[in-house]
C-alpha cells in the first residue's frame, strides 16, 4: 500500500518536493521510494513520526500524506492555491469516499488523510500533541491552527481516493485509545467556544 500510494504521488506531482519516509523499521520496498528516510527502533504512535517528518522538512509548506491515500494530477498545486488567502494555514482536498463531486470552490474544510500546514502555523502553534495516540491529533492542531487566527480551507476541485481504516484500524487497542484521546480532546477545547469542535469531537 506504501509503494502505491509513493507511486501515485510521484505520478502525480509536476512541481518540485522533497518526500520524507518516516518508518518504524526499515522497509526494503522502500529503500528507493524516497528522498529522505527516517527510522526508529520502536512502533512510535502516528504524532511522533509525524512531528519527526515535519522537523524533518525544510520547506514554507508541508504535506501530511498517509499511505493509505492515493494521489491525482494537480492535487499539489491545487492545495498550494487556498494559500493563495494569507490566512490560509491548513489546505486540504475533498475525499472520494465522501461521493460528492468536484467543484471550483475554496472554502472551509478539513480532512484528516492527506493536508497541507504552513510552516509559520507551526512555529505559532506548535506540532501535534503526543499525548494522542493515533486518533484527534490532527484535529487538536486544527483548532489550535483556528484558534491562532489561521483558516482551514478544502480545495473541492482536488479529489484523492482514501482507503478509509486501513492503517489505523489495524493498530492494537484502536478502540480503547480513540475513547482515551476523545476524552482528552474534550478536555483540551470543550470551551474554544468553535464551531467546528462538535463535528470533531
Not at 475513547?179 to 478536555?187: A, P
Amino acid at each position: 500500500m506504501s509503494c502505491r500510494c509513493i507511486s501515485s504521488l510521484r505520478r502525480t506531482t509536476k512541481i518540485p518536493f522533497e518526500l520524507i519516509i518516516v518508518e518504524n523499521s526499515p522497509d526494503p520496498l522502500l529503500e528507493d521510494y524516497g528522498d529522505k528516510h527516517i527510522y526508529t527502533d520502536e512502533f512510535l504512535p502516528f504524532a511522533k513520526n509525524v512531528n519527526m517528518g515535519l522537523k524533518a522538512s525544510n520547506s514554507d509548506y508541508t504535506v501530511l500524506l498517509s499511505n493509505d491515500v492515493f494521489l491525482e494530477d494537480g492535487w499539489l498545486e491545487g492545495l498550494l492555491k487556498c494559500f493563495e488567502d494569507d490566512k490560509c494555514g491548513i489546505a486540504c482536498p475533498l475525499s472520494r469516499q465522501f461521493h460528492m463531486q468536484r467543484e471550483d470552490k475554496i472554502e472551509f474544510g478539513f480532512f484528516g488523510a492527506v493536508w497541507m500546514v504552513k510552516r509559520e502555523v507551526l512555529d505559532t502553534v506548535g506540532y501535534l500533541d503526543e499525548r494522542f495516540i493515533n486518533s484527534f491529533e490532527d484535529s487538536d492542531l486544527w483548532i489550535r491552527t483556528l484558534m491562532a487566527g489561521y483558516k482551514l480551507l478544502m480545495n473541492r476541485n482536488v479529489l484523492v481516493e482514501h482507503l478509509v481504516g486501513a492503517t489505523a484500524y489495524g493498530i492494537n487497542n484502536h478502540t480503547d485509545n480513540y475513547r482515551k484521546n476523545q476524552k482528552l480532546f474534550i478536555d483540551k477545547h470543550n470551551d474554544c467556544g468553535l464551531d467546528i469542535y462538535e463535528d470533531l469531537k
